[in-house]
């Protein structure tokens, strides 16, 4: 297939973005709640004794209980001069939500792994981003865009 038959495949970002699913493993449900609910303001959606899902910026985030699970240990791969932790899931954010959310969390001491700044300034693809864990050690990225029409940017 060629990369311009592949681009027009169902993988290609369609015209209207489809809602992502994404679950991970969380050691405790109510530090989950602290954070992705109240931290992060994901509204709450259903649960149960062993899970909770939230509304991640429009996609299905669930939290799955694993008393048991202890912290991954990220390999960090170089991007623009920081260790980035992979694996990792975010979002893309337009930029004034972007900057408004790390003004936040940077008030609220998040301990971030990579702080908030502005990846490949003045290039194609330039984007704000920043890393933090949840309290189970999953990696969060949250991206901002000035144009999200820039996301795949060469």
């Not at 930029?95 to 300034?121: G, N, S």
């Amino acid at each position: 297939m060629t990369r311009n038959a592949a681009s027009e495949t169902a993988a290609a970002a369609p015209k209207s973005l489809s809602p992502f699913h994404l679950a991970v493993q969380v050691h405790d449900l109510v530090a989950a709640r602290e954070f992705y609910g109240e931290l992060l303001g994901c509204p709450e959606g259903r649960s149960a004794d062993t899970w909770v899902d939230f509304d991640f910026f429009g996609h299905q985030f669930v939290c799955h209980l694993n008393k048991e699970k202890a912290g991954v240990q990220p390999h960090y791969n170089e991007v623009d001069g920081h260790g980035v932790p992979v694996p990792h899931f975010g979002v893309v954010l337009d930029l004034p939500t972007w900057e408004q959310l790390a003004e936040r969390l940077t008030a609220l001491d998040v301990k971030f792994v990579i702080a908030p700044y502005i990846r490949f300034a003045g290039q194609p693809g330039e984007q704000g981003t920043m890393f933090f864990f949840d309290p189970s050690g999953n990696a969060v990225e949250i991206k901002g865009f000035r144009d999200l029409g820039a996301l795949f940017a060469k």
